[in-house]
Every structure is written in C-alpha cells, then in structure tokens.
C-alpha cells in the first residue's frame, strides 16, 4: 500500500484551489463556472495521492445543452480515474426538460428522487466522496439527509451544485432549500464565479 492509503490528516492540504483534503467543500455557482471541473481535479489529485480504495462518486448531472453550449454535465468529461465505486443517475433535468409544465417538472424531479435513492443504497462505505450536481436528487423533497447518510464516516466529501439564476415554479424553490441545508452541512462553501 502507498504511502497515504488511510487518507489525509491536514486540512490545510489542498486538493485542488480552495478544496482542502479533509472536511466537506461544497463548490457552487452558475452555469460554466468550473464546478464540475474543479470536483473532478481534486478527484484526480486524491487518487494519485491515497488510491482508490474508499472512493466513491455519486454522479447526479444531467446533460443540458442550450443555445449549442453544454451545461453542466458529468464527472467523466474531465479525465477522471476509476474508482471503488461510482453511482451514476440517468438524471432528467426538470425544468428544461418540462418545457415550463410545472407538474411535469415535479413528476421528473421525483423520478430523479426515486432513482438517486437506490444509488444512496446501494452506496458502499467511503473513506472519500465527491459528488456532482448534488441538488438533482433533492428538488423534489429539499431533503439532503440520504445524501448526510451516504457520507457518514467519510473524511473527505467534495461536491457541486448550481447557484443561480432557478427561476421560479415548485422545482426550483425546493432546489433553493436544498442548497440551504447542504450549505448548513458543509464546513465550507466556495462560490466559483467562472473568472479563475
């Protein structure tokens, strides 16, 4: 085993900026900020560093393109390594995908909900965790608590979400609180504006 397969102990030792080895960072801001990117950076430098052994992804991001231009997306488009264990969501995105029906929205946020929810258990311990878009599977309930569940135990948690412009409609205010309650829950929120 290499040196570090426990995992860190400084948390002033930073995985990529502003993302410690230790603790929970939640990274957020609007479209194409670098939220994706930077999760999947520290991911990378977090294997090369401590292994795999441990590591698990919960990937929550739908793909949305608008105007030509990707939203968003998964973990993967950045080169990251395999690891123990990634759950993947084939995620719908709820608002552009309703095409402004608000009962459809809600429908595909609880689909999104029940689908997540067999991710959470089939999840295995983890020593570190990273997670992408992890408002997707709470703008039904605005309940992140699988999400607390899914990390107990890890020391390391490094996850994403959109802070922006929601506009408005059940979906998106449901998404709001569940931006409230992961920032709570995190030790640190670092807000990427795109410049840096």
């Not at 395999?82 to 552009?96: C, D, E, I, S, Y």
């Not at 029940?114 to 258990?121: H, K």
């Not at 998106?172 to 992961?182: F, G, I, M, Q, Y």
């Given at each position: 085993m290499p040196d570090g397969e426990d995992g860190p102990t400084d948390a002033s030792d930073a995985l990529a900026p502003r993302v410690p080895?230790?603790?929970r960072t939640l990274l957020t801001g609007p479209s194409n900020a670098g939220k994706t990117r930077r999760t999947a950076a520290a991911l990378?430098?977090?294997?090369?560093?401590?292994?795999?052994?441990?590591?698990?992804?919960?990937?929550?991001?739908?793909?949305?393109?608008?105007?030509?231009?990707v939203l968003g997306g998964r973990l993967d488009r950045f080169d990251v390594p395999?690891?123990?264990?990634?759950?993947?969501?084939?995620?719908?995105?709820?608002?552009?995908?309703s095409g402004g029906d608000q009962k459809r929205a809600i429908e595909l946020a609880r689909a999104n909900a029940?689908?997540?929810?067999?991710?959470?258990?089939a999840a295995p311990p983890a020593r570190a965790v990273f997670v992408n878009d992890a408002t997707i599977p709470f703008q039904a309930t605005g309940d992140p608590s699988p999400l607390d569940a899914a990390c107990?135990?890890?020391?390391?948690?490094?996850?994403?979400?959109?802070?922006?412009?929601?506009?408005?409609?059940p979906v998106?205010?449901?998404?709001?609180?569940?931006?409230?309650?992961?920032t709570d829950w995190v030790d640190r929120r670092v807000r990427l504006d795109g410049s840096g």
């Open positions: 080895a230790t603790g990378r430098e977090y294997v090369d560093r401590y292994g795999r052994t441990g590591v698990v992804v919960l990937d929550f991001a739908p793909t949305v393109v608008r105007d030509g231009t395999r690891v123990a264990w990634t759950g993947t969501l084939v995620a719908h995105a709820p608002r552009a995908g029940r689908n997540a929810e067999r991710l959470f258990d107990d135990g890890a020391s390391l948690v490094v996850a994403n979400a959109f802070d922006g412009d929601l506009g408005e409609g998106s205010d449901t998404e709001r609180t569940a931006l409230e309650r992961l």
